[in-house]
C-alpha cells in the first residue's frame, strides 16, 4: 500500500478541521465572551498505530475506510463540563459534515475512569480526482481529562496496553480525583469567567508600547 497516498487526504481533513475548530473559538474572543474552547490540536493516527488495529480487529486492507474511525483525530480541550456540550452543540449545527456517531464517555464513564465526548463525522475532502469523504474523530474534554488520559495513554504504550493491576486502581482514582476538580470549578464558573473577562479587559487597555 502507498501509505503516504493513502493519508493524504487525511492530513489535509485534519489541517481544514483544525482551521475551522479555531475559527469556532476566535469568534467567541471576537464577541469578549467565554469560548467553551480553550484549545485544538489534531493529528493523522501514525502507521504502525494503524496496522496494530487492523491486526487487533483483524481488518482487511480494503476496509480500513470504514472499520477505523479515528484515522483523522481531532481534540477540542474545554475549561468546564458544561463547555463540552456546548461545543457538541455546535457541532451537530454545522452544515459542513455529517455527524455518523457519538459517544458520551463524560456522563458514563468507561471502566478505566477515561472520560471524554467522542463525535464521529463524515467529512467531504476536495482532492484531484473529486470529493472523497473521510471519517474523522473529534474528542471534547476537559482540561483535567485530557490530563488524565494523555498520562494513561503513555502507561498504555510503557505496558503495550496491560497496566499492572495496582497502576490501574491508582489510575481510577486520580480519574475521579480529576472529574471531582471539574465539578468544583463548575461551581465557580461565574467567578473564574468574571476575574477573566476583567483579565483580558486590563490586556485590552493597556498602553502598547512603541519604543
Request: with cysteine.
Amino acid at each position: 500500500m502507498n501509505w503516504e497516498m493513502f493519508l493524504a487526504p487525511y492530513n489535509q481533513a485534519v489541517d481544514e478541521l483544525k482551521v475551522k475548530l479555531k475559527g469556532m473559538r476566535a469568534q467567541y474572543e471576537y464577541g469578549s465572551t467565554h469560548s467553551p474552547i480553550e484549545f485544538v490540536t489534531g493529528r493523522v493516527k501514525p502507521i504502525q498505530s494503524i496496522l496494530a488495529k487492523t491486526r487487533e480487529r483483524n481488518i482487511a486492507y480494503p476496509d480500513l475506510e470504514d472499520e477505523i474511525q479515528d484515522i483523522a483525530g481531532l481534540r477540542v480541550v474545554c475549561q468546564f463540563v458544561d463547555d463540552i456540550y456546548t461545543v457538541v452543540g455546535m457541532l451537530r449545527q454545522r452544515k459542513d459534515f455529517d455527524i455518523i456517531e457519538e459517544k458520551d464517555y463524560v456522563s458514563k464513564k468507561k471502566e478505566s475512569g477515561y472520560r471524554s465526548y467522542h463525535v464521529i463525522i463524515e467529512y467531504p475532502v476536495e482532492t484531484i480526482q473529486g470529493e472523497k469523504k473521510l471519517l474523522a474523530e473529534v474528542q471534547i474534554r476537559t482540561l483535567a481529562m485530557n490530563f488524565w488520559a494523555t498520562n494513561e495513554h503513555s502507561l498504555n504504550y510503557k505496558y503495550s496496553g496491560q497496566i499492572p493491576i495496582e497502576v490501574k486502581a491508582r489510575l481510577k482514582k486520580a480519574a475521579e480525583a480529576a472529574f471531582q476538580l471539574d465539578e468544583e470549578m463548575s461551581k465557580i464558573r461565574n467567578e473564574i469567567q468574571e476575574a477573566q473577562a476583567i483579565f483580558r479587559k486590563k490586556n485590552d487597555n493597556e498602553p502598547t508600547d512603541k519604543s
